[in-house]
């Protein structure tokens, strides 16, 4: 038997999950209790969130450092740090000053217009104290853009004490005069990220202090630092570079770098970075954007990743990548793969309710219930191109964090964090960051729902549950392969350009159509290689190269193509054949393929590039193969929150042995297929397993396909005792005829807490209770549900479908049934985040079914 599934059914199996743990500088005895709060979620690591600590890397700060070191040392955890004092990451400890050499540095510009001829003309240059000059060129005005020139030429030797001295020619003149200033309409007191001198501040102010503490910890409980949404910084919004309203980042060795790359036409490249240049626009804006995501992969991500290293730490942490801000500036980074490429993980978040079921193909509201995500880019894009990043890069060893459940409010429970935890697994992401424990006094208004929350959220008994779900899928998608079918170009460099179509598109089609795709950026495809028709990417062979459209590619990475062409790899164009960013001309495509988004799925399975099939077509199921040394796992999971997928799955199992691995409860059934074809029957919520390898002798699988004999729901009344959160309440028992909504109107629509059901039953007349089992549907369950029959428990379920089963322990009259159901705090805390979003019903709402099995 594959050794990691072995590990697991033997109550094995390591840790993948670190969740965040707010610091407000409590005292000893509540950091202990937070601690041990987590170590008995099945949690061994944790990360200390200094946020909204009042003294960071102070004197109560090591403090409460020193208490939480010796918990987790007590406890066997790991510890990590996030590493400021405040959000986003670069703040330095607020030890960044004005006029600091280490603060942020722009290359900003202002228009003067002059029509010619006008001979003699002088123009007063206003570059104010701490501004350096940059250059000054003019260019003639489009009578129809007044943003776009022409003929642009360089003045800046024409400048003397503060005054251009000019013969302005014939014609519509634009003068534009380039500066460096400190002054921008930015977060103020934060690094300049892309300069090593000021990275370095940040190492000294924060990372050394640690390193100093907790020396001879470093690489055993002190597991590494955290770095949250560092960001490239020159306006408080995301914008591709273009914008004319948008200063630049800047730093001497940019200055430097791009002198060197542009000699003399250095001006009209700086000129064409704001305004739109006929053949030199696309191509400078390109130039630019890889010389600054460079710096900062370099100099940023880069330089604290080999701090840590040399120190036998890990470093990890995520960017902004909302809405495509992942390939943009100010909230961005400008390049995921180059921002996260110094890491020991790749990292994303999922926070705000930026996924939710249901929105994948569209765009919807965010908190605040004014500006829009975008469905398709949080569905089909983020945790693909994360976990992409942690498969190609050979230092992350295949691993991908995601922190999320953070900031949905009191309305996100554990049957939506079931959900969420699913769509991350089934698209590689194999370590997590749960937001957030907190022991701050009861509520903490900061970013709900906190999953312990002082003993007040009645949910946490079961939030184990999740959490051990959770480290056993991850722990049989680390160490091993992802097996995908082809490769998807990550065109951030086409988006700097000009027109394009985000990857995500493409990427929803292929995962409607069940044909896994890897992300790739342009500094990994350099580095690939082809063998046999196919790209080797790290250990990762694909079938095929996919291009989103875009307007431009640049001519190293087309003549890259012509070459993997040549040499037999599919290599498909959506839409358009690009243009050369250098000449303009239009890309001859020989060897390659240009094809419509509405062909490209059927074209794949025509050429053989998709592993799998679905009959009838499933587009609500997502998969991921994963291969290890001694067996193969396939993860299904139905995206859908109300549609069942039922199709027959066509993969290569004939004559392999096949099981189903049910990671909740923790025990292997055999699988339900017939040569290559896999039963799949998942209702809406559901995740499934398949194992495909060998099984030790002694461990025999239990059949799963018990057949149903007979069927009836009970009619019998229920009682329920309603138990407030609220100690200090009185429990409250109702009878009721039928089930319904305990939070409706008029019931308790305050109510938050548990509810605990109980019905007697008998079997109808004729019915049998001689079966080998018994299986209890309880239909809608809002929403975590635990239950009893004549005394054996039969386990608990957090997320639809909420079916249970049992042994022998049915009879025929006198059937105790016992439901214990809690909902979350929302009903109760009706707290802000979750205005954004629907709030579901509380109870058992059944229909509740009893199947007779055997």
């Known amino acids: ?63 409460d450092m020193d208490v939480i070191m010796d918990e987790a040392d007590r406890l066997d955890m790991r510890v990590w740090v996030l590493d400021d004092a405040h959000f986003p990451s670069g703040y330095a400890n607020g030890k960044v000053e004005e006029n600091s050499p280490y603060a942020k540095t722009f290359l900003d510009y202002y228009h003067i217009d002059a029509f010619g001829p006008a001979s003699r003309s002088s123009f007063l240059i206003k570059v104010e104290a701490g501004e350096t000059l940059e250059a000054v060129t003019a260019g003639i005005r489009d009578p129809k853009d007044p943003e776009k020139l022409s003929e642009v030429r360089e003045l800046t030797g ?31 007191g934060y690094i300049n990220i892309i300069d090593r001198d000021a990275v370095r501040f940040f190492i000294d102010t924060v990372y050394e202090p640690h390193y100093a503490h907790y020396k001879e910890q470093f690489g055993r409980r002190f597991a590494g630092f955290f770095s949250d949404e560092p960001e490239i910084g020159n306006v408080v919004a995301h914008h591709l570079i273009g914008h004319s309203d948008a200063p630049l980042p800047w730093c001497e060795e940019l200055e430097s770098r791009l002198k060197e790359l542009w000699g003399p036409a250095y001006g009209e490249n700086l000129t064409a970075l704001f305004c739109k240049m006929d053949g030199i626009s696309p191509r400078a804006r390109v130039e630019f954007m890889d010389e600054v995501t460079r710096l900062y992969d370099v100099n940023f991500c880069g330089q604290i990743g ?31 793969f180059r921002a996260l490429w110094g ?45 992409s990043l942690g498969h190609l890069d050979e230092k992350k060893h295949g691993r991908t964090m995601c922190e999320m459940y953070g900031a949905y409010g009191w309305s996100e429970g554990l049957k939506l964090m079931k959900w969420l935890t699913d769509h991350m697994l089934v698209r590689g992401v194999n370590h997590f960051v749960p937001h957030a424990f907190t022991m701050k006094d009861f509520p903490d208004p900061d970013c709900p729902p906190h999953f312990y929350a002082r003993g007040n959220n009645p949910q946490y008994p079961y939030f184990r549950y999740l959490m051990q779900y959770m480290n056993r899928v991850s722990h049989l998608i680390n160490g091993g392969i992802h097996v995908p079918c082809v490769g998807l170009f990550y065109n951030a460099c086409a988006e700097w350009a000009g027109e394009y179509e985000p990857f995500e598109e493409a990427g929803m089609i292929l995962s409607r159509e069940q044909i896994d795709y890897e992300v790739l950026p342009e500094d990994v495809l350099k580095e690939c290689r082809c063998e046999n028709g196919r790209l080797i990417a790290g250990r990762e062979p694909l079938n095929a190269l996919i291009f989103p459209y875009c307007e431009y590619l640049p001519q190293y990475l087309l003549d890259w193509c012509t070459d993997a062409s040549a040499k037999g790899l599919e290599i498909i164009f959506l839409e358009k054949s690009p243009k050369v960013l250098e000449t303009g001309e239009t890309f001859d495509c020989a060897g390659s393929i240009v094809l419509s988004k509405e062909i490209l799925a059927p074209y794949l399975r025509k050429t053989g590039a998709a592993e799998l ?37 066509w993969l290569p199992l004939s004559g392999r042995n096949c099981c189903r691995y049910d990671a909740f409860d923790n025990c292997l059934y055999v699988a339900e297929h017939e040569d290559n074809r896999l039963k799949l029957r998942l209702s809406p919520y559901e995740a499934y397993i398949l194992y495909v390898g060998d099984v030790d002798e002694g461990c025999v699988p239990a059949a799963e396909g018990w057949e149903e004999k007979a069927a009836f729901e009970p009619q019998s009344p229920w009682t329920v005792t309603l138990k407030d959160y609220r100690k200090d309440r009185s429990d409250e028992t109702l009878r009721l005829e039928k089930l319904e909504d305990m939070t409706a109107p008029d019931r308790k629509p305050e109510f938050s807490g548990v509810m605990e059901y ?50 022998t322990v049915l009879k025929e009259k006198g059937n105790v049934l016992k439901v214990r159901v809690v909902n979350t705090l929302v009903h109760n805390q009706r707290d802000p985040l979750s205005m954004t979003m629907p709030v579901e019903p509380s109870g058992l709402l059944g229909p509740v079914k009893v199947s007779l099995l055997d």
Not at 621 to 644: I, T
Not at 783 to 794: H, R
């Open 613 to 649: 099939m679905c009959a009838p077509k499933a587009p609500d199921l997502r998969y991921y193969h994963y291969r290890q040394q001694d067996g193969e796992f396939y993860l299904f999971f139905n995206e859908s929150a109300n549609r069942a997928v039922e199709t027959e799955v």
């Open 343 to 387: 890491q020991d993980m790749s990292g994303i978040d999922v926070v705000l309710q930026q996924i939710r079921p249901g929105y994948e193909d569209r765009k919807f509201h965010h908190i605040g219930g004014k500006g829009l995500y975008d469905g398709r880019f949080f569905q089909f894009g983020l945790a693909k191109m994360g976990a």
């Open 306 to 336: 080999q701090w840590c290293r040399d120190r036998g730490v890990e470093y990890i942490g995520h960017v902004i990548e909302d809405n495509g801000c992942h390939a943009m500036m100010g909230l961005g980074t400008g390049h995921f």
């Open 158 to 188: 024409l400048v003397r004490d503060g005054i251009l001295y000019w013969d302005v020619p014939e014609g519509d003149w634009g003068l534009t005069v380039f500066k460096t200033t400190r002054k921008a309409k930015v977060r103020p």
């Open 758 to 807: 109980e019905t007697v039953f008998d079997l109808p007349e004729g019915l049998n209770a001689e079966v080998q089992k018994v299986k209890l549907d309880f239909g809608e369950v809002y929403e975590t549900m635990e239950v009893w029959l004549n005394g054996e428990d039969l386990g608990v379920r957090i997320a639809p479908p909420y079916c249970v089963t049992g042994g």
């Open 1 to 63: 038997m594959e050794r990691r599934l072995k590990e697991l059914l033997e109550g094995g199996g390591d840790n993948y999950i670190l969740p965040f743990f707010w610091q407000h500088g409590e005292d000893e005895t509540l950091l202990r209790e937070g601690m041990r709060k987590i170590r008995e979620s099945e949690i061994r690591a944790v990360c200390v969130e200094s946020r909204p600590h009042p003294d960071f890397v102070g004197e109560s700060w090591w403090r």
